[in-house]
């Protein structure tokens, strides 16, 4: 055999091998799904909520080594987000799912900017191989603002001293008077 046949003959098993490899790493992918309990969320600036989302092995071995992880992200330009914000535990490492099996994780949030946001689950090998990360669908999230008179009992302080002030100084004044 040629040289050059032989280099042939190389490169076709390299590019075989590869395309073997990404075969693989797309169905090891494709085997986790995640699903989430709702698709909308309603709240008020300062509002605690949670949802839901289940993790399922759709493979026929068992799925060690996942990371399930909670992303935010503002569905509007100029909204400036930090997650940690949000929720103190957006990374979750899983115990291992059993073929067919799943596992449901509950996310706690605090609204912290009002505004339109997305809310997803993103699941991602622990062994840090290069495959694209499982996502469940985006939960949207409407936070409103909180127009509130008297925010955390403020209004009869603020309204009370100018009051309680001013009644001081009439009765000083009425006093110099008479």
Not at 55 to 77: M, Y
Not at 79 to 92: A, F, G, N
Not at 159 to 174: I, S
């Amino acid at each position: 055999m040629s040289a050059r046949r032989r280099s042939r003959t190389a490169l076709a098993a390299v590019v075989a091998g590869l395309i073997l490899s990404l075969g693989a790493s797309a169905a090891d992918a494709s085997r986790i799904s995640v699903t989430v309990d709702r698709n909308q969320i309603s709240t008020q600036l300062g509002g605690r909520f949670a949802f839901r989302s289940t993790i399922t092995n759709r493979g026929s071995s068992a799925a060690d080594g996942l990371i399930a992880h909670l992303n935010v992200l503002s569905l509007r330009p100029g909204v400036y987000v930090d997650p940690e914000d949000w929720s103190s535990e957006r990374t979750r490492y899983l115990r291992t799912i059993p073929p067919g099996g799943s596992i449901t994780t509950t996310w706690r949030i605090q609204a912290v900017n009002a505004g339109s946001f997305g809310l997803y689950v993103a699941v991602v090998q622990e062994s840090g191989r290069a495959l694209p990360p499982s996502t469940g669908p985006a939960v949207r999230l409407k936070v409103s603002e909180r127009k509130t008179l008297n925010s955390g009992g403020i209004l009869p302080l603020a309204l009370g001293v100018p009051g309680l002030l001013g009644a001081v100084t009439l009765a000083l004044r009425l006093r110099r008077r008479g």
